[in-house]
């Protein structure tokens, strides 16, 4: 079965501290594999994906396909930091499947 | 270049009551879908289509109603609303390769 999960509802980190959201997924294939970003009452936006290896507003992500992880790291959190992020996998039919979100709050 | 937009921003309806979100994309994407988005349940799929004139279930469908007569929109319908139907909507779009693109949501209550 197809599934992305999100362990954590809710993590709080003070500002400063490193931040690791993690992402773990269910997929019989080679995923395509994001991370999406909602700010308060914002739309949902694409942070990152895992194709393109890249940093966005520091922050990183790794694909371990032996772990089946797509971990989202930041070494020193920001209080803009604060949002709910969305770990999210694209199947070879282009559907989309969201894991159930974690909140990110950055405590000064 | 708009992206994704839908209307209405928010909709308040009774009980019986039907509607459509409208949703439009000007990036000549193939494939468009629509998303619940609930407090502890993450978003969930309602419909989804790859093509105009095909379109097809996701994991909440029921009480919903989508039609994709061209590649820039595609419609949701509620039917009949009921307050289980109360929830934030959002319509996406992407092409094969690229992640979604999302629109700012429809923030709807049924009362």
């Known amino acids: 079965a197809q599934r992305v999960t999100q362990p954590e509802k809710l993590l709080s980190v003070f500002k400063g501290a490193p931040v690791e959201l993690k992402c773990n997924y269910s997929?019989?294939?080679?995923?395509?594999l994001f991370w999406y970003v909602q700010y308060s009452r914002q739309r949902l936006q694409l942070l990152l994906r895992?194709?393109s290896r890249e940093s966005i507003k520091g922050f990183t992500a790794d694909l371990n396909k032996g772990e089946t992880s797509f971990h989202l790291k930041k070494p020193f959190a920001q209080e803009e930091d604060s949002a709910m992020y969305y770990c999210?996998?694209?199947?070879?039919?282009?559907?989309?499947?969201f894991g159930s979100g974690t909140r990110l709050s950055i405590r000064p | 270049n708009a992206g994704v937009t839908q209307t209405p921003k928010f909709q308040v309806l009774k009980t019986g009551q039907s509607m459509t979100l409208q949703c439009a994309q000007d990036?000549?994407?193939?494939?468009m879908s629509w998303y619940r988005q609930d407090p502890g349940m993450g978003l969930r799929l309602i419909h989804y289509?790859?093509?105009?004139?095909?379109?097809d279930q996701g994991e909440v469908p029921n009480g919903y109603n989508v039609s994709r007569s061209t590649t820039e929109d595609f419609p949701l319908r509620l039917l009949s609303a009921a307050p289980s139907q109360t929830s934030v909507y959002f319509c996406?779009?992407?092409?094969?390769?690229?992640?979604?693109?999302f629109g700012s949501g429809t923030r709807l209550t049924v009362v």
């Open positions: 999210a996998l694209i199947s070879s039919a282009s559907k989309i499947i």
């Open positions: 289509s790859v093509g105009a004139g095909i379109t």
């Open positions: 997929y019989s294939g080679s995923p395509e």
């Open positions: 990036m000549n994407h193939e494939y």
């Open positions: 996406a779009s992407t092409r094969t390769g690229d992640g979604y693109t």
């Open positions: 895992h194709i």
